[in-house]
């Protein structure tokens, strides 16, 4: 008897007509309840405190540059200030501009050491007479599948190479960021080992399109983006191009770095040590072969090395990069 | 609290709170329209991205309501909460579709090809696509009408899915992060007391009434 089913509602439990909502006032409850939260969103805004910060302040003398990548839209200023991968802030793209208002970048010193002749601590004052600033226009391609068109400015990587004078032991340099857990209490929640370390063979390094960058759009780089010094590394994911440098180290062999070392959440490890961009090797849990240009709606493929293969595929000649990703 | 609980205004609040998160996302995109904005403005620079971790989001959180129901009205004593699961239950299948549409239509846009490949090869899209797949016969025999027509007790089994869907959809969830866990461990965890609050009682109603779920003779008082 109990497999029977017993009917619990009366007529009163049916609804009244007056209740029962047409798709028009739906709509309309949508739309009220959206209009009601994107307010009440904006409210806090009004009474937050000024940011203590470093601010970003203009670039001057800066002159184009023959490796600026031509017939691009450059992906607007605030979307690239807003939409950002810095863990160091938290893990959501909106986090860092968030969290990062408070970061102070000066003073600031980055120490060049290892198989060098010169090891040396530079301040940014230093770095930015190293060599002539120009702006360089690149196609930025996060791992993750999005990308954008960014104007950096900087100048080779190479002119820190030939100012540390590497030894023949040199191959590899050694790129390590900034880490204080006072700043950037989010640390130790995003899961990834930090400081932050990322490297590059050292032809890689050399390569003219390596990009030492202090600035965007025409002004110093803003916290969120990697101030006061990052590297660019326009052929590779962006988690290549490491921010808010403090540490160029030259060693012999293959430096451990921070995505490589990472093991996924299926204990696999996901992200190579090239990690060059390639539409034909998938990432484990996502397709490369595509990817969305931020402010386009449908995907537009992948270039290899995305699309900068003329100046960099002899670096990898003979090389495996299926097994080398 | 029993009047404020059977009354049909308390359950339209309910309704209406419920479409909050998806009011949210219509009123982003309103927002930036009537403005002449563009999209981006209030859906970040990835609003495809955007939209489709808000709704996987409440997907799993109404996921989580509707299993909270029935072991809240019983250790709260509070029979009438039931009357609210069919809606919280509707409501995880409405933002699932969201979650699946923005997938198909704004993500893949309509490219089979590409859809399947990810159904195939990624076992977190897998997982996520299996898990609403069994919500549709859930919302199909969520009516009166056919709960009668099952019978009480083959409807109550059929919607026990739930508990795969929800299991699935907490390791979808844990699988697609790229490192930060926290978060679908937070869901994951609330999901497996739930469970582990049912798995409790039936052991109980089991050791309490062993015969009527059990063809075996009764046990010798000896091997006891």
Redesign the interface.
């Given at each position: 008897m109990?497999?029977?089913?017993?009917?619990d509602?009366t007529y009163s439990d049916v609804?009244?007509k007056t209740?029962y909502m047409g798709r028009r006032n739906?709509l309309l409850?949508?739309?009220?309840?959206?209009?009601?939260?994107?307010a009440y969103k904006r409210l806090p805004g009004l009474f937050a405190p000024r940011a203590t910060g470093s601010v970003p302040v203009p670039l001057n003398g800066v002159v184009q540059s023959k490796y600026t990548t031509t017939g691009e839209k450059v992906?607007p200023e605030n979307?690239v200030t807003?939409?950002n991968n810095y863990?160091e802030f938290g893990?959501e793209?909106?986090d860092p501009s968030k969290n990062a208002k408070n970061f102070v970048t000066s003073p600031w010193t980055v120490s060049i050491e290892g198989e060098v002749a010169k090891p040396q601590k530079l301040s940014m004052d230093d770095i930015l007479k190293v060599a002539p600033l120009e702006e360089r226009v690149y196609r930025h391609r996060c791992v993750?599948a999005?990308s954008i068109v960014v104007p950096w400015i900087g100048y080779s990587f190479s002119n820190i190479v030939k100012l540390a004078e590497p030894t023949p032991k040199a191959k590899y340099v050694a790129f390590e960021t900034y880490y204080d857990r006072k700043q950037m209490p989010l640390g130790s929640?995003?899961?990834?080992q930090l400081p932050y370390r990322e490297g590059l063979r050292l032809d890689e390094a050399m390569n003219p399109l390596t990009l030492l960058c202090v600035g965007m759009y025409g002004e110093t780089l803003p916290n969120q983006d990697g101030a006061p010094v990052r590297i660019v590394v326009p052929w590779k994911y962006g988690f290549k191009s490491a921010k808010s440098l403090v540490k160029i180290r030259f060693v012999k062999s293959e430096p451990e770095t921070t995505w490589d070392m990472?093991t996924?959440?299926?204990g696999t490890p996901e992200y190579g040590f090239y990690a060059n961009v390639n539409p034909n090797v998938?990432h484990p849990?996502?397709?490369q072969a595509k990817e969305?240009r931020?402010?386009e709606?449908?995907?537009r493929p992948t270039l290899m090395f995305n699309g900068y293969g003329d100046l960099v595929a002899s670096l990898y000649a003979g090389m495996d990069l299926r097994k080398n990703f | 609290m029993n009047k404020f609980l059977t009354s049909k205004w308390t359950k339209f609040a309910v309704f209406l709170i419920c479409l909050i998160p998806a009011g949210d996302l219509v009123g982003r995109a309103l927002t930036a329209l009537v403005a002449g904005l563009p999209l981006e403005t209030y859906l970040t620079p990835d609003p495809i991205k955007f939209i489709t971790h808000r709704t996987g989001d409440w997907t799993l959180r109404f996921i989580i309501f509707a299993l909270a129901v029935t072991p809240l009205r019983k250790i709260l004593k509070l029979p009438q909460l039931i009357r609210f699961r069919r809606m919280l239950g509707l409501f995880a299948f409405f933002y699932g579709t969201l979650h699946f549409l923005t997938w198909m239509v704004l993500d893949k846009f309509f490219d089979w090809r590409d859809m399947w490949a990810d159904v195939y090869k990624r076992p977190f899209i897998t997982l996520g696509f299996v898990g609403f797949v069994l919500m549709i016969p859930l919302a199909l025999t969520s009516t009166a009408g056919m709960i009668r027509r099952l019978g009480g007790k083959r409807w109550q089994r059929l919607h026990r899915l739930i508990y795969v869907t929800a299991c699935l959809g907490a390791i979808h969830y844990y699988w697609s992060v790229k490192s930060d866990v926290r978060k679908p461990l937070f869901f994951a965890a609330l999901i497996a007391i739930l469970l582990a609050w049912r798995i409790a009682v039936w052991t109980i109603a089991r050791r309490n009434a062993p015969d009527a779920v059990t063809d075996s003779p009764p046990s010798s008082p000896a091997s006891a």
């Open positions: 109990a497999d029977k089913f017993k009917p509602l609804t009244p209740l739906f409850g949508l739309a009220a309840t959206g209009a009601a939260v994107t992906t979307w807003s939409y863990y893990v793209k909106d993750e999005w929640e995003a899961g990834i990472f996924g959440v299926n998938d849990r996502w397709s969305r931020l402010g709606f449908l995907k | -």
